[in-house]
């Protein structure tokens, strides 16, 4: 699986709609600075599911819709799509390429999609679920980051390697299975103490 271009439209500063392709020889983006290399990474972050305002280095979510500029007006909607080469299978869905997108207007709606069906964020973390691309896995490194692993404590890098071992999905089905269980078992007792009521 591959990242195969990203397309932008009125996602910070990025009003009029940009594709990026990315043919096998490109490596990196360069340009001056505050030029928006970075918020080609943050656009990455925001489609996989990113909810921290914070960690796109904004104050509130509206703040990743174009606020407008010298000449410009500010807009109303942001909108990013990530096209992935699926031909290895890699990610555990049935086609040989996958368009994940999300948009949100300045009212706050707000949407995702995979290969242009509307979805539950649930559903776009699922598919990334130990492949590495998550928006917390370690496919995107920011600045800092580095640092930050180093200095994590043991049990918050270890997630990093369940993430590179594709046990994370396990962990997680275990979780969610353990509170149906726990769920399932105080209403077994509700019922017994029903019984025992009506005995
Ligand atoms: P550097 O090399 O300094 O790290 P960069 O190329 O990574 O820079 P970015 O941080 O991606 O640059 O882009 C910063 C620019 O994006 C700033 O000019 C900022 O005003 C603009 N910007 C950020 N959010 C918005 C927004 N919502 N609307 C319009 N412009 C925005």
Redesign the pocket.
């Known amino acids: 699986m591959f990242l195969k271009s990203i397309t932008i439209k009125g996602?910070?500063?990025f009003?009029d709609r940009v594709k990026v392709d990315f043919e096998p020889a490109i490596t990196g983006i360069i340009?001056?600075?505050?030029?928006?290399?970075?918020?080609?990474?943050?656009a990455i972050r925001w489609v996989l599911g990113e909810q921290s305002a914070k960690t796109l280095?904004?104050g509130k979510m509206e703040?990743?819709?174009?606020?407008?500029?010298g000449k410009r007006r500010?807009l109303g909607l942001a909108e990013v799509t990530l096209t992935l080469d699926n031909r290895d299978g890699a990610l555990p869905i049935d086609y040989k390429e996958v368009i994940i997108g999300r948009r949100v207007t300045r009212s706050g709606e707000s949407d995702y999609l995979i290969n242009n069906n509307t979805c539950r964020l649930k559903d776009i973390k699922e598919l990334f679920m130990d492949t590495g691309i998550g928006k917390d896995a370690y496919s995107i490194i920011g600045?800092g980051k580095v640092e930050a692993i180093l200095s994590e404590n043991s049990v918050d890098r270890r997630e990093l390697f369940e993430e590179a071992a594709g046990i994370s999905k396990h962990k997680s089905r275990k979780e969610e299975a353990e509170k149906k269980l726990d769920s399932t078992e105080q209403k077994l007792q509700r019922i017994k103490d029903i019984i025992h009521e009506i005995e």
């Open positions: 996602f910070k500063s009003a340009g001056p600075n505050g030029s928006g290399k970075s918020n080609i990474s943050d280095r904004g703040d990743v819709i174009f606020a407008g500029s500010a600045q």
